[in-house]
């Protein structure tokens, strides 16, 4: 319904039908089919082993048949949204990034739903391109909340879903996130304080500070995104949208057999 060769703007003939423009198109600067083969494989390695490095990961491209320059790459990495995990030194030195907020879920009772969603953004490989995919889950049922595709990584992806989020199921108590640039901006912040939503975010370098929205990227990359390589933005948000409702709906070992939906509706107001 969209037309490319219309006098109106795509962004105008969206908001007409109420398409998310980002849906459209995979991002303007377009990678080779090879860069786009060794970006899959860098997110599956990262999934599984998410403290290599660029050296690491050269190693692992190399056993898979590919050369591959470190500038390359990090790169790729850096277009996906990708930093390796490990210790850092003086890890305590936050105050130049104005916006960073203490962790604050560690050793909590999470024992109700929308006491603490978690957000986060990751890399969506597809036949001919990629999305960045951005998800709100709930840790108390594992619901997730609310999701949404975009072509980049810019903030306002995560705000839309979190506004979205908040007007369908209403504010939790807390939101977590990692420290990225998304989370650490003026607009980010001002919104949940505003809203008096408690902000957290996980310590830098620190892998199991948001590690239920870490099961749930494996989850959806190994039980459809990899099985099923989407064509193009519309058919990956179909799909998406089956397997989060589906993943809803199914019973999750980590909440004792039981189905997030129950779980998440049981007690939510």
């Given at each position: 319904?969209?037309?490319?060769?219309?006098?109106?703007?795509?962004?105008?003939?969206?908001?007409?039908?109420?398409?998310?423009?980002?849906?459209?198109?995979?991002?303007?600067?377009?990678?080779?089919?090879e860069n786009l083969s060794?970006?899959?494989?860098?997110?599956?390695?990262?999934?599984?082993?998410?403290?290599?490095?660029?050296?690491?990961?050269?190693?692992?491209?190399?056993?898979?048949?590919?050369?591959?320059?470190?500038?390359?790459?990090?790169?790729?990495?850096?277009?996906?949204?990708?930093?390796?995990?490990?210790?850092?030194?003086?890890?305590?030195?936050?105050?130049?990034?104005?916006?960073?907020?203490?962790?604050?879920?560690?050793?909590?009772?999470?024992?109700?739903?929308?006491?603490?969603?978690?957000?986060?953004?990751?890399?969506?490989?597809?036949?001919?391109?990629?999305?960045?995919?951005?998800?709100?889950?709930?840790?108390?049922?594992r619901y997730v909340v609310?999701?949404?595709?975009?072509?980049?990584?810019?903030?306002?992806?995560?705000?839309?879903?979190?506004?979205?989020?908040?007007?369908?199921?209403?504010?939790?108590?807390?939101?977590?996130?990692?420290?990225?640039?998304?989370?650490?901006?003026?607009?980010?912040?001002?919104?949940?304080?505003?809203?008096?939503?408690?902000?957290?975010?996980?310590?830098?370098?620190?892998?199991?500070?948001?590690?239920?929205?870490?099961?749930?990227?494996?989850?959806?990359?190994?039980?459809?995104?990899?099985?099923?390589?989407?064509?193009?933005?519309?058919?990956?948000?179909?799909?998406?949208?089956?397997?989060?409702?589906?993943?809803?709906?199914?019973?999750?070992?980590?909440?004792?057999?039981r189905k997030p939906t129950?779980?998440?509706?049981?007690?939510?107001?």
């Amino acid at each position: 319904m969209v037309e490319s060769k219309s006098k109106m703007s795509i962004r105008r003939q969206c908001d007409l039908l109420g398409v998310n423009r980002n849906r459209l198109n995979t991002p303007k600067r377009k990678e080779s089919v090879e860069n786009l083969s060794i970006m899959r494989i860098l997110d599956e390695r990262y999934l599984n082993k998410p403290s290599h490095g660029i050296l690491r990961m050269q190693d692992h491209l190399k056993d898979e048949g590919y050369l591959v320059n470190e500038k390359r790459i990090r790169r790729l990495m850096r277009k996906m949204g990708l930093m390796a995990i490990y210790p850092k030194p003086n890890l305590s030195r936050r105050g130049h990034i104005k916006y960073v907020h203490p962790y604050l879920i560690r050793g909590m009772e999470v024992n109700r739903p929308n006491q603490v969603w978690a957000i986060d953004i990751t890399y969506i490989p597809m036949a001919k391109g990629f999305q960045y995919l951005t998800a709100i889950i709930d840790l108390y049922s594992r619901y997730v909340v609310g999701w949404d595709l975009s072509n980049s990584l810019d903030a306002e992806s995560s705000h839309r879903v979190l506004r979205q989020a908040i007007a369908k199921y209403g504010k939790p108590e807390i939101v977590n996130s990692d420290q990225g640039s998304q989370f650490t901006c003026k607009e980010w912040v001002g919104y949940l304080e505003r809203s008096e939503i408690r902000i957290s975010m996980d310590g830098k370098g620190r892998a199991l500070d948001n590690v239920f929205i870490e099961r749930l990227w494996r989850s959806v990359k190994y039980d459809y995104v990899y099985l099923h390589p989407a064509e193009d933005g519309q058919e990956l948000y179909k799909g998406l949208k089956q397997y989060f409702e589906e993943y809803n709906m199914n019973s999750h070992q980590g909440i004792a057999r039981r189905k997030p939906t129950e779980l998440f509706y049981s007690i939510a107001a």
